[in-house]
Nanobody
Framework: VQLVESGGGLVQPGGSLTLSCAAS????????IAWFRQAPGKEREGVSC???????TYADSVKGRFTISGDNAKNTVYLQMNSLKPEDTATYYC???????????????WGQGTLVTVSS
C-alpha cells in the first residue's frame, strides 16, 4: 500500500494549487482519504476528508476555499485549494482509514507529504 502526494509548491497569497494523492495497493472506493497538514512548529491538523460513508468534510479554516474530490478510475484524491493564505503554509499529507475522522490514530497509511508555501 502506498500513498504519494504531489502538487505542492510556492504560490502567492490569493492563488490556487491542486494537490494529488495517488493510491496504490488498495481501492479508494472502500476507504476514507483525508488531508492533514503540519505547519512549522505546529501540530498536524486535519484539513479535509472524503469517504463513501461520510461524504466530504472540511476544517472550518478551509471551508469555502478548499474542495476535496476523488477519481476512482485513477485511484487518486485531489485537494483543490483556492484563495490561499500565508497561514495555509504547511506540509500536506494524505492518509487512508476506515472512515473520516480528525484523529490521526484512525488512519493506517500515510504519504510522505508535499510542501505548500504561500508567500509573496
Amino acid at each position: 500500500v502506498q500513498l504519494v502526494e504531489s502538487g505542492g509548491g510556492l504560490v502567492q497569497p490569493g492563488g490556487s494549487l491542486t494537490l494529488s494523492c495517488a493510491a496504490s495497493g488498495f481501492t479508494l472506493d472502500y476507504d476514507a482519504i483525508a488531508w492533514f497538514r503540519q505547519a512549522p512548529g505546529k501540530e498536524r491538523e486535519g484539513v479535509s476528508c472524503i469517504s463513501s460513508r461520510s461524504g466530504r468534510t472540511y476544517a472550518d479554516s478551509v471551508k469555502g476555499r478548499f474542495t476535496i474530490s476523488g477519481d476512482n478510475a485513477k485511484n487518486t484524491v485531489y485537494l483543490q485549494m483556492n484563495s490561499l493564505k500565508p497561514e495555509d503554509t504547511a506540509t500536506y499529507y494524505c492518509a487512508t482509514g476506515m472512515d473520516c475522522s480528525w484523529y490521526e490514530e484512525r488512519y493506517y497509511y500515510w504519504g510522505q507529504g508535499t510542501l505548500v508555501t504561500v508567500s509573496s
